[in-house]
């Protein structure tokens, strides 16, 4: 049983960074495609970013491309969303998921942590 927990929330002004971080336990991290999701009050979970098994692929959602990076460090059983150019409408809990497939699907992921609080202010 994989083990997720996330990290990094908080409150930024718009324009501002932040740096998310889920560290993985209880299983074997390089086997593990990683997803970054987030989901808004009222509205339903959204895909955020992929990586790879081995972080050489990553894949974004348009709204985030070019302001949010994701990667891995495997020796550290970690991955990163490092979140530029924040917005209001990034506001939401962000969740790490993983799965041995690589997707951009919600409903494919096994594992979830319990996600970190993301507020942008205007």
């Known amino acids: 049983q994989v083990q997720l927990v996330e990290s990094g929330g908080g409150l930024v002004q718009a324009g501002g960074s932040l740096r998310l971080s889920c560290a993985a336990s209880g299983g074997t991290f390089s086997s593990l495609a990683m997803g970054w999701f987030r989901q808004a009050p009222g509205k339903e979970r959204e895909f955020v970013a992929v990586i790879s098994k081995s972080g050489g692929t990553t894949y974004y959602a348009v709204s985030v491309r070019g302001r949010f990076t994701i990667s891995r460090d495997n020796a550290k059983n970690t991955v990163f969303l490092q979140m530029n150019s924040l917005k209001p409408e990034d506001t939401a809990v962000y969740y790490c998921?993983?799965?041995?497939?690589?997707?951009?699907?919600?409903?494919?992921?096994?594992?979830w942590g319990q996600g970190t609080q993301v507020a942008v202010s205007s």
């Open positions: 998921a993983a799965d041995p497939v690589y997707s951009t699907v919600v409903a494919n992921y096994d594992y």
